[in-house]
């Protein structure tokens, strides 16, 4: 039962970039925030990158300077640009929509960082 549809991950070399996205549902709840999760083997997940319905953003610290969270509201489509690629960045990435009704998750999808 997958609620949002992620593409864009993939195998890429060290400095690589990618362009991750996760298609929404056509018609939402208003939303509150939306965000990146990342998850690696044996670990916690947790947050790359968050933004607000009003714009603001945030980024984890292993992130900053290196990812870009944006919402496109005419596809209501959320994507994640990702530059500067190494291999701890290697993982599942999950997108995650929060609304006054409940949250969406997407299916996750494999970013693998190797050379």
């Known amino acids: 039962q997958v609620q949002l549809v992620e593409s864009g991950g993939g195998l890429v070399q060290p400095g690589g970039s990618l362009r991750l996205s996760c298609a929404a549902p056509?018609?939402?709840?208003?939303?509150?925030?939306m965000g990146w999760y990342r998850q690696a083997p044996g670990e916690q997940r947790g947050m790359v990158a968050s933004?607000?319905?009003?714009?603001?953003?945030q980024y984890a610290d292993s992130v900053k300077g290196r990812v870009t969270i944006s919402w496109d509201n005419a596809s209501n489509t959320l994507h994640l640009q990702m530059n500067n690629l190494t291999p701890e960045d290697t993982a599942v990435y999950y997108c995650h929509i929060d609304t006054v009704r409940r949250e969406y998750w997407g299916q996750g999808t494999q970013v693998t960082v190797f050379a």
């Open positions: 056509g018609s939402l709840p208003s939303i509150n925030n």
């Open positions: 933004i607000a319905w009003g714009g603001g953003t």
